[in-house]
């Protein structure tokens, strides 16, 4: 059965493979153009049913296909800086995701990386605001700020080559912002710790200096030595803050919502 794809203005659609047979994966690739976003997304068969869909990050998606020809439709819309004061309306990047509340800390940190193409919720209208990060999409967020870029040539051995994050990782390998565990493995599906997240964000940065003390924090001398350097400089640039009483939890999982927080702190006040 055909895949076909809708007309779209502003970006460009794509399915893969084209015709498939009933119950095969087809996953589709989304490119806005500059300066524009994904909006809407629908497959739908020849009886006009919408099929359900996942999310796979980085503007692909996947859905069995049926035993018909189906329609993919995509619509864009333009990236404004909407994120800044948001109230919550059908012009908010996060309006889909019944989980983003408009009155939670993080609204315009998710609206901002939603907003920039960074990162993306699940396909079934939940972002994970509380759910933690992986240390593969970190890599895929990083990765995504860059314009996607080539990259080959991976040394890890938990890295395969047909993984979904295998270009993300090895372009972060490659440009010395990863450096794994030591032992050749690199633990993409591991929780992120927010030290860890400090360090490669620094690194990212071309690791500069920093000697910003860290006394106003009671866990400080829980930060492993090879973080220090990295969450001094984060602390001090305000992409990594405190809890509000004192604690860093420098161990502590970074969730989806922190991270993007961070993220945003970190594209809005540092010159990479």
Known sequence: YAAGVADAENGKVSVSPARASRGTTVTITVTPDEGYELHTLSVTDSS?????YTDKGSGRYSFQMPASEVTVKAVFREISEIWENCTGGEECPAYHFSDVKTSEWYHEA??????????????DGLFGPEDSLSRAQLCQ???????????????FTDVDDGAWYYNAVTWAEANGIVTGYGDGR??????????????ILWRYADS???????????DADQISGWAAQAVRWANENRVLNGDGSGHLMPGGSATRAHVAQMIKNFLENIAV
């Open 208 to 218: 500069p200096a920093s000697s910003h003390g860290l006394e106003a924090f009671t």
């Open 186 to 199: 690199f633990g993409p599906e591991d929780s992120i710790t927010r030290e860890q997240l400090a360090v």
């Open 110 to 123: 998710v609206d901002y990386v939603l907003a920039n193409g960074l990162m993306s919720g699940y396909g």
């Open 48 to 52: 006009g049913k919408e099929l359900e």
């Open 141 to 155: 967020i990083l990765y995504n700020w860059e314009g996607r870029p080539s990259a080959d040539g991976g040394d």
